[in-house]
């Protein structure tokens, strides 16, 4: 639920039927929602070996490299079919494509392990790390009151 009070409704049976596109990710806003001749006009080219890919595009040089989504998660690009006339109005949004690896894009700078897109993927690791530490921290104090009583 968003804070004003609408409700977002995501429609998961469309994940059945959702494409499996290359997904880029880019430095810049694109103000266009159709379809577009990617393959055609944006075609990335391995530079060396370290895996850092480089594309034009509208004569600027992007470099890049592949991502991978976390262990068991799948990327989702969702999809809006009507738009709501006002904040107060609730939404639904179905899947239209899913992904587990993405090429990210930087328009000055190499692509790097700082980056925050690839620093971004190391959040559920560490979001389970935490879980697990404050579990057994838990069950330590526990332990620790009732070895005391």
């Given at each position: ?62 470099k ?14 969702m ?20 992904f ?15 980056d ?13 790390a ?20």
């Amino acid at each position: 639920m968003s804070s004003n009070g609408s409700v977002t409704t995501v429609q998961l049976p469309s994940i059945g039927q959702a494409e499996q596109p290359q997904i880029h990710f880019l430095p810049c806003e694109i103000e266009h929602d159709g379809a577009a001749q990617v393959s055609h006009y944006f075609t990335a080219v391995v530079q060396d070996h370290k895996h850092e890919i480089s594309v034009s595009y509208r004569g600027r040089e992007l470099k890049g490299a592949e991502v991978s989504c976390p262990k068991d998660y799948t990327g989702l690009v969702m999809k809006e079919d009507h738009k709501p006339s006002s904040d107060q109005e609730d939404r639904t949004v179905r899947i239209s494509s899913t992904f587990h690896r993405f090429s990210y894009w930087n328009l000055t700078t190499q692509p790097s392990p700082d980056d925050g897109v690839v620093m971004s993927m190391t959040w559920p690791t560490l979001a389970e790390a935490v879980s697990v530490l404050g579990y057994f921290f838990q069950m330590n104090i526990t332990n620790l009151c009732h070895t005391a009583m």
